[in-house]
């Protein structure tokens, strides 16, 4: 395994239960949308057609459910020094409320659990995020997974 | 003219339907790494190899969901996901959907649906499942 400690990734024994992160805001815009749109292949009404979305429940076009994940997925890498992540494991997740064209949004998360596995060189390390707009309201929250490195003996 | 739906009622549960296959080229993991800012994955594994973004594949199989012998289901949200990232997945790897109804239920505006899921490799191997749900319209004449 090629070595990881020189580029200051945190390896299992490093993080700790309770630690917490809120990372910078990013303003979702129509063009965050149209991308998505074109990456995914998703284009339902409900990120696509203005003028079906004016008799929605949400009044306009909403960012993909998806797109809010991966945002925030990237946002949360600028808050924190990185894990020696070997692996993401899996991810329980909620969409509590719409991202709007010109919303902003940030991510807080906080380490709430560290698991032993059966392998001694790993850890498993749970991560409790809540996507919150500009006007605190969390959009979406969840649990993401990762298998972290322990540092070589 | 009439716009054909799946709504809530028509769902039936257990009967799987398959997407057709969609490659991850390098293009897309550079555009998806480009919009989202996600570069921790972006490494080479030993062989020189890059992986494509987990989250990437799950965001592909969502436009593939589209792509079913059916009519488009008439999705008012989509609720939660509970989702589980088996195998990584290198360019050039060939992804496909396999899904099926697991639950339904009636709510007051609409019916809430979960869907099993599984992302299959040119092997048929799966890479990742899990279970997505939504919130569906029911049938207008309902």
């Not at chain 1, 997740?93 to 001694?120: L, M, Q, Y």
Request: charge should be negative.
């Amino acid at each position: 395994m090629a070595d990881q400690t020189q580029d200051g990734r945190r390896h299992f024994e490093e993080i700790e239960v309770g630690e917490e992160y809120l990372s910078p805001g990013r303003t979702v815009t129509e063009a965050d949308i149209v991308i998505f749109a074109g990456l995914s292949g998703d284009y339902n009404v409900l990120h696509t057609d203005a003028e079906f979305m004016k008799s929605s429940i949400f009044g306009e076009r909403i960012a993909h459910g998806l797109l809010g994940l991966a945002i925030q997925s990237g946002l949360l890498t600028r808050a924190m020094r990185p894990f020696a992540t070997l692996a993401f494991l899996g991810l329980r997740w909620k969409f509590k409320g719409p991202i709007k064209i010109g919303d902003t949004i940030k991510v807080r998360a906080k380490v709430i659990a560290k698991r032993e596995t059966s392998k001694p060189d790993r850890g498993a390390i749970t991560l409790e995020r809540q996507v919150i707009n500009q006007r605190g309201e969390v959009v979406q929250e969840g649990e993401t997974d990762l298998m972290v490195a322990r540092r070589a003996l | 003219m009439i716009e054909e739906k799946l709504y809530f009622e028509d769902l039936e549960i257990g009967r799987a339907v398959e997407s057709p296959g969609r490659t991850l080229t390098e293009p897309d993991a550079v555009r998806y790494i480009g919009l989202t800012g996600e570069w921790e994955e972006w490494t080479p594994d030993e062989g020189g190899a890059r992986q494509v973004p987990n989250l990437l594949t799950l965001c592909a199989s969502g436009g593939l969901g589209w792509r079913v012998p059916q009519p488009p289901l008439a999705i008012l949200a989509f609720m939660g996901l509970e989702w589980q990232f088996l195998q990584p997945l290198r360019i050039g790897d060939t992804v496909r959907n396999r899904s099926w109804t697991l639950a339904k239920r009636a709510v007051k505006d609409g019916g809430v649906v979960v869907e099993q899921r599984e992302i299959l490799n040119q092997r048929g191997e799966v890479v990742q499942s899990g279970r997505l749900t939504f919130l569906v319209a029911r049938h207008p004449e309902s």
